[in-house]
């Protein structure tokens, strides 16, 4: 069983930073594909970004219309992953989730998790 609880949610402008946190309790989510979503109003939930460990290699992936702008990061003595989001924009606006798996072969897809947090609200003004 894993906890997640994000936190780090607030209002920004546009191309203003913030850096989300999600802390993992119960078990360390170092087995676990971790991944970050984000739900707009009256949209679905969309990928955002995961992160997986195999032995020491990290492998990381974005979804395009945050690469280069998002950070997907851990810090394995907080059991925390963190996004950071740089030059913010209005579409970014949504309530971000961050989400573990045991198995995941499709990372983009949110059934394919067993465990979410509450989820944060990140709001961008223009």
């Known amino acids: 069983q894993v906890q997640l609880v994000e936190s780090g949610g607030g209002l920004v402008q546009a191309g203003g930073s913030l850096r989300l946190s999600c802390a993992a309790s119960?078990?360390?989510?170092?087995?676990?594909?971790m991944a970050w979503f984000r739900q707009a109003p009256g949209k679905e939930r969309e990928f955002v970004g995961n992160m997986r460990w195999i032995g020491d290699a990290r492998y990381v992936n974005y979804a395009g219309s945050v690469e280069g702008r998002f950070t997907i990061s851990r810090d394995n003595a907080k059991n925390t992953m963190y996004l950071q989001m740089n030059k913010l924009k209005p579409e970014d606006t949504a309530v971000y989730y961050c989400a573990a798996g045991r198995t995941v072969v499709v990372v983009v897809d949110p059934n394919e998790y067993d465990y979410w947090g509450q989820g944060t609200q990140v709001t961008v003004s223009s």
């Open positions: 119960g078990r360390t989510f170092s087995s676990y594909y």
